[in-house]
Every structure is written in structure tokens, then in C-alpha cells.
């Protein structure tokens, strides 16, 4: 029985008329450069979307307890304990706009100062009872990036000062003005201004679990917080990298 024939490959020089175009090579990385670089990339990637899950969590989570301590704010009667109850509940509120903000934008490490700062504003108005809640609260901000963690702790400044503006004895033509302005040492400057009551002679901030709040908090942000108050109203500020 004939064997089949086996075809037998053949070879041609380059140059030669009529020869095969040489077989498709698989492309890789030049360099071993190239290929890390690809995959540090691919990291980076994936660790700023699993930053930004973890930011949504937070979020979600923070709503979540606000809205379990308003089920329960209801049920105090005594009026300090209501106020103290409440105030805290800001408090967890001003880091929850954040999370929202930093959501809400993708930025993931920051977001916009003015506008968190007008946000905040209103939600701590809106905390507010009775007349003082009308009280006119004017915000002016140069146009500032803020990383989170340095928004986490002025957050929570602007909540204590503007709380302690509200709660002041004002005249019929109250205000409170809050301004950002950026310095030019790399840090810029919140200042919080009311034309309300004076603080009493020797006040010590100390007293006050608010302000020894803001107190604390301006140092993690390399100042200290001043206050300057007299007939005309109180002046509260502090300064911040950027």
C-alpha cells in the first residue's frame, strides 16, 4: 500500500521572488519598564475604585445613624439634654455631607471647600429653633480644593462657630459672615464673624464643650483658634493647609 506523501516545508531567502510574508510575531512590552508601569497603573486603578466603595459605605452608614438618633430624639424632654442630643447629631451630619460630597463629585480625596462650606451652613440653620434660625448667614469662599483629612476637622470647626454665633443674643439686624481666603504660605484662612452679643469678660473657651471641641480640632490643623470679641460682635478663626 503507497505511503501518503508528507508535503516538506521550504525555505527561501528573504529577498527571494515570491517568498511567504514572515509569520505575525506576538507584540510584548519593550521593556520591563513598560510592563510595571502597566500595572501600576491597573493598582492605582483598582485601589481608587475600592476607595471610592469605601467612601459610599461611609456615607451610607453615617446617614444611617443620624436617622436611628432622630428616632429617638422625640423621647427627651429635658431641654439641655435635647440640645446636646442634637448638637451631636450635627456633628455626625457634617461628616456625613462630606462622604456625600466626595461621592457625589469622585474625586475621592477632595472635594469643594465653598461648597461644602455653604452646605454645611445650611444644615446647621436648619438645626437651629425659632427666631435664631432666620438669622442671615453670608459665605464667601476663594475657589479652594480641600483633601478629606483636612475637611474632616474644619467640617466640624465651622459647625461648632457658627452653632455658637446662632446661639448669641442678637439685635433685630443680626448677621453672621463666613469667609475662606487662601494665603499666600500655602494655607488659607476660615474666619467666622457675628454682630451678636460679646462674650463675657475672662470667657474661657474650656467651658464650652463646643469650642474646646474647635480648640482640639485646630490643632490637628497646625493653628490655634483665636477669638476676638467686643460690642461690636465676635470674631472666631483659624488657618489650614491647602
Same mark, same amino acid.
Given at each position: 500500500?503507497?505511503?501518503?506523501?508528507?508535503?516538506?516545508?521550504?525555505?527561501?531567502?528573504?529577498?527571494?521572488?515570491?517568498?511567504?510574508?514572515?509569520?505575525?510575531?506576538?507584540?510584548?512590552?519593550?521593556?520591563?519598564?513598560?510592563?510595571?508601569?502597566?500595572?501600576?497603573?491597573?493598582?492605582?486603578?483598582?485601589?481608587?475604585?475600592?476607595?471610592?466603595?469605601?467612601?459610599?459605605?461611609?456615607?451610607?452608614?453615617?446617614?444611617?445613624?443620624?436617622?436611628?438618633?432622630?428616632?429617638?430624639?422625640?423621647?427627651?424632654?429635658?431641654?439641655?439634654?435635647?440640645?446636646?442630643?442634637?448638637?451631636?447629631?450635627?456633628?455626625?451630619? %457634617?461628616? @456625613?455631607?462630606?462622604?456625600?460630597? #466626595?461621592? +457625589?463629585?469622585?474625586? *475621592?480625596?477632595?472635594? $469643594?471647600?465653598?461648597?461644602?462650606?455653604?452646605?454645611?451652613?445650611?444644615?446647621?440653620?436648619?438645626?437651629?429653633?425659632?427666631?435664631?434660625a432666620r438669622i442671615p448667614v453670608s459665605i464667601t469662599s476663594d475657589p479652594i480644593q480641600i483633601g478629606l483629612y483636612e475637611a474632616m476637622p474644619l467640617g466640624l470647626i465651622i459647625a461648632e462657630l457658627l452653632t455658637n454665633s446662632l446661639h448669641h443674643a442678637y439685635p433685630d439686624d443680626g448677621w453672621i459672615r463666613v469667609s475662606v481666603r487662601q494665603e499666600p504660605n500655602g494655607r488659607a484662612r476660615l474666619t467666622v464673624e457675628d454682630n451678636g452679643r460679646?462674650?463675657?469678660?475672662?470667657?474661657? %473657651?474650656? @467651658?464650652?464643650?463646643?469650642?474646646? #471641641?474647635? +480648640?482640639?480640632?485646630? *490643632?490637628?490643623?497646625? $493653628?490655634?483658634?483665636?477669638?476676638?470679641?467686643?460690642?461690636?460682635?465676635?470674631?472666631?478663626?483659624?488657618?489650614?493647609?491647602?
Amino acid at each position: 500500500m503507497p505511503m501518503p506523501l508528507r508535503s516538506s516545508a521550504v525555505f527561501l531567502p528573504p529577498d527571494h521572488p515570491g517568498s511567504a510574508p514572515a509569520p505575525e510575531v506576538a507584540s510584548f512590552p519593550t521593556s520591563k519598564a513598560e510592563s510595571f508601569e502597566d500595572r501600576l497603573n491597573t493598582r492605582i486603578q483598582e485601589l481608587e475604585s475600592e476607595l471610592r466603595e469605601l467612601q459610599h459605605r461611609a456615607k451610607n452608614s453615617l446617614q444611617m445613624v443620624i436617622s436611628l438618633l432622630k428616632l429617638q430624639a422625640g423621647r427627651i424632654r429635658d431641654p439641655d439634654a435635647r440640645a446636646a442630643y442634637e448638637q451631636t447629631m450635627l456633628r455626625i451630619e %457634617t461628616l @456625613a455631607i462630606l462622604y456625600r460630597q #466626595l461621592h +457625589e463629585t469622585g474625586s *475621592g480625596t477632595h472635594v $469643594d471647600l465653598g461648597r461644602y462650606v455653604e452646605t454645611l451652613c445650611d444644615a446647621v440653620k436648619g438645626n437651629a429653633q425659632g427666631g435664631i434660625a432666620r438669622i442671615p448667614v453670608s459665605i464667601t469662599s476663594d475657589p479652594i480644593q480641600i483633601g478629606l483629612y483636612e475637611a474632616m476637622p474644619l467640617g466640624l470647626i465651622i459647625a461648632e462657630l457658627l452653632t455658637n454665633s446662632l446661639h448669641h443674643a442678637y439685635p433685630d439686624d443680626g448677621w453672621i459672615r463666613v469667609s475662606v481666603r487662601q494665603e499666600p504660605n500655602g494655607r488659607a484662612r476660615l474666619t467666622v464673624e457675628d454682630n451678636g452679643r460679646a462674650l463675657p469678660a475672662g470667657f474661657d %473657651t474650656s @467651658a464650652e464643650d463646643g469650642l474646646m #471641641l474647635a +480648640e482640639a480640632l485646630a *490643632g490637628q490643623l497646625g $493653628d490655634t483658634l483665636s477669638t476676638d470679641s467686643d460690642a461690636a460682635g465676635t470674631t472666631a478663626g483659624v488657618s489650614f493647609p491647602i
